[in-house]
Every structure is written in structure tokens, then in C-alpha cells.
């Protein structure tokens, strides 16, 4: 067996629920009647389509359904995913890309020119002027702490450390390269603040760090720096990725999981999967849905429901984890009132549901200890169904 089909092997004992060292040994007697099973497995994984990818059906978990398959095959049944016996989880993500609005309104100027340019006056203002700030459309953290205690869940931020980039943006058309970048500094108080509410607060690794290790421990220091408790989760700007670099950072670097499988430009399973998996000594948590990603590929807002519906629906039916990741500078309902819609849409879904809806962090704590029998849980996070009832 190759070394890509002993991970995938060891990612189906996980989710079945046995420890991490011992997945291979286990299964080790099924390998030769699992092994087609165990190639596509590792292909989907460790083989995804690139971020921008529009080419590829999106909208199945085949990499789950194989893991289904597998289990029925060899007689298992894996131990519960969540706690309480939740049917599935839910993860709320922003990518803090942008904090101010400074010049955006000028993509309307052709439209309404006297709106625009009233906006455009309003939008500066409150860019320089700091007791202004909460005015700005995308300074969300206030209206974001709102929305989601009223929806009573949590959520995870990750912070940008970038530099302004002119030749970047020239040559790219995209002047957010320059205007857009902020001063995390500026946000401080506010993620003390929203950190000390039971959410997350994980690094958004810029265009230096995503494969610069001197660099990443650069902006870990600086977002701890910030008052931040700890920093388990990483998301690459741009969805950048370097299987080799990901797998090579070590549980010194205090990241547990890194959260970057996703799409550009389309929405889905980029990894075929909806659960976590190793990827050397993090996990890796794919997202499937992305407000840039469905704006780009379903213009119109019934189709862009239709497939968080469909894509959510897939999650419930595999048991895993929709993992949701809208951008800071969207959480305002007044000035984007659609991706609001959209995100309550799958809000309440998931509450009607019975979902699980917690950060990346707990979930992988929680994704840990399910395989173990001597972890001390607490009665929320002790797993339904002990290991030795594992085997039907």
C-alpha cells in the first residue's frame, strides 16, 4: 500500500473513531478489499482541484459517500460525530480582508452618480476620522457581535496582516492592494472584546506568510501581540496553498488546523469531503460556501440559495461539518443586505436542524477526543457511543 493510501486509510479510522496511531494497525486485515475505495479516497484529499477550479461537480461529498461505503462494507459503524448526538456542525467564518470602505462606491459611479459620489464623501469620512469608524459599511465587528448573538452562535474571525502592494495591484486592476490594506491594531479592542464573547480569533496568513515559516511566526506574534489568548487556525489570503509547507508546521507554532480547501470562483467540496483530516501534524477543515464565490457564480440570488440549500443539504445527510466562510466587510445588512439573507437562510436551517454550531478550534477538540476512551469530557463533548461498541 502507498504512503497515500495508509493516510487515507488512517483518516477512514478517524472518522470511524479510532486513535490516529492505531487506525492502520486496525484496519490493516481490510486493506486489499478497501483498496479502490482507499485510492479515490486519497486521490480527493490530498489531489483537490485548484482554488479557482469551475470544472468539477461540487455540490457531492464523494469523498464521504466513500467513507459511508466503506464502513458498510467491512461491517462498522462509526462512533457519533458531535455531541448530544447532533446530526451535523456548523461553522461561521469571516475572513477580514477589508475594514474600511474607502473608494468602493465609485463602482457605481456610471449608475447614480449623485449617490455615488454622496457615499464615496461618507465612506471617506468615516475612513479617517476614528470615532467614525463604526460608521463605515465595512468596519461589521459591531454589527456582526449583533447579528450572530441574535442568531445565538458563534463565530471566527481571521486577521490579515498585509502590505501594501502597488505593483500587485497595478498589474492586477485591484486597487484593494493598496487602499484596502488595514492596521490590525486597529481592530484590538474590538477582538479582545469579541474573543472574550466565546468566539475564535485565527490569522488570515498574507501573501509573505502562506509558505514563509520566519513569516508566519512573525504574524502569530503580532496577532497575540494584540491581546489574543491563543491562535489555533490558519486561512491562506487568496486561498493560497503549499501542501508541503502546511504539512511541515509543527504543533509548536500553536495551529492546530489550517482552513483554506475552498473555491475561489465555485462552491462545494473542494476535497470531497465535509469532515477534518490530517495534513502532517494539522487538520485540515475545507469550506464549502463563500459569499465572493457564489456572487461569482450565481449572479442571481434564488440560484445562489438553491446551492447553499443543496450543499447544506449534502453536509446533513454525511453527518459532517458546512463550513461557512463570509467576509468581514459583508456582515452589514444594510449594505449587503443579500449575503445577510443567504447566511440567515443557513442559520436558521441549521438551528431547525438541530446542528451543532461552534468554532473550527472546539470542533477539532472535539474531532480529538472522540478517540480516545480516557479523555475526562464533559457531559456536552463525551462522545454518544464508546469505542468497544465500535465493531457491529
Not at 459503524?77 to 468602493?104: E, L, M, Q, T
Not at 483554506?260 to 477534518?276: D, E, H, L, Q, V
Not at 445577510?340 to 472535539?366: C, K, N, S, Y
Request: charge should be positive; proline fraction near 5%; hydrophobic fraction near 40%.
Amino acid at each position: 500500500m502507498n504512503e497515500l493510501s495508509k493516510k487515507a486509510l488512517k483518516h477512514f479510522g478517524m472518522w470511524l473513531g479510532l486513535p490516529f496511531t492505531q487506525a492502520e494497525k486496525t484496519l490493516r486485515p481490510y486493506t486489499t478489499q478497501l483498496s479502490i475505495e482507499l485510492n479515490r479516497l486519497a486521490s480527493a484529499l490530498y489531489f483537490p482541484p485548484g482554488a479557482d477550479s469551475k470544472t468539477r461537480a461540487l455540490q457531492t461529498a464523494t469523498a464521504d459517500r466513500g467513507l459511508w461505503r466503506m464502513a458498510k462494507r467491512i461491517g462498522v459503524r462509526p462512533k457519533a460525530f458531535w455531541p448530544n448526538g447532533r446530526p451535523y456542525a456548523v461553522c461561521v467564518s469571516h475572513d477580514i480582508d477589508r475594514i474600511f470602505s474607502s473608494v468602493h462606491a465609485l463602482k457605481n459611479l456610471t449608475r447614480a452618480p449623485g449617490r455615488t459620489l454622496k457615499s464615496l464623501v461618507h465612506d471617506l469620512r468615516s475612513t479617517f476620522s476614528p470615532h467614525r469608524h463604526k460608521e463605515n459599511p465595512f468596519f461589521n465587528f459591531d454589527r456582526m457581535m449583533s447579528l450572530e448573538a441574535g442568531w445565538g452562535i458563534p463565530s471566527t474571525v481571521y486577521v490579515l496582516f498585509e502590505k501594501r502592494r502597488p505593483f500587485f495591484a497595478l498589474r492586477n486592476l485591484e486597487l484593494q492592494h493598496v487602499l484596502g490594506v488595514y492596521t490590525p491594531k486597529t481592530l484590538q479592542d474590538k477582538l479582545r472584546m469579541y474573543q472574550n464573547l466565546g468566539n475564535e480569533v485565527g490569522l488570515h496568513a498574507s501573501f509573505d506568510s502562506w509558505r514563509d515559516k520566519e513569516a508566519l511566526e512573525r504574524e502569530l506574534e503580532a496577532l497575540k501581540g494584540l491581546g489574543v489568548r491563543e491562535v489555533r487556525g490558519v486561512r491562506n489570503h487568496y486561498l493560497n496553498f503549499d501542501r508541503g509547507f502546511t504539512e511541515s508546521i509543527m504543533p509548536q507554532s500553536g495551529i492546530l488546523y489550517d482552513s483554506t480547501m475552498g473555491f475561489n470562483f465555485a462552491n462545494g467540496f473542494r476535497c470531497g469531503t465535509s469532515f477534518p483530516f490530517r495534513m502532517g501534524h494539522l487538520w485540515e477543515l475545507p469550506f464549502q460556501l463563500m459569499d465572493s464565490s457564489l456572487r461569482a457564480q450565481y449572479p442571481d440570488r434564488n440560484e445562489a440559495k438553491q446551492t447553499c440549500s443543496t450543499i447544506q443539504d449534502e453536509v446533513r445527510r454525511q453527518g459532517g461539518v458546512l463550513v461557512l466562510n463570509w467576509h468581514f466587510r459583508v456582515m452589514n445588512a444594510d449594505h449587503a443586505p443579500e449575503e445577510i439573507e443567504v447566511l440567515h437562510q443557513m442559520v436558521d436551517q441549521g438551528i431547525r436542524d438541530g446542528a451543532w454550531f461552534t468554532t473550527p478550534a472546539e470542533l477539532i477538540r472535539q474531532w480529538e477526543y472522540r478517540t480516545f476512551e480516557d479523555v475526562k469530557l464533559g457531559e456536552t463533548e463525551k462522545p454518544a457511543t464508546q469505542p468497544s461498541a465500535l465493531l457491529l
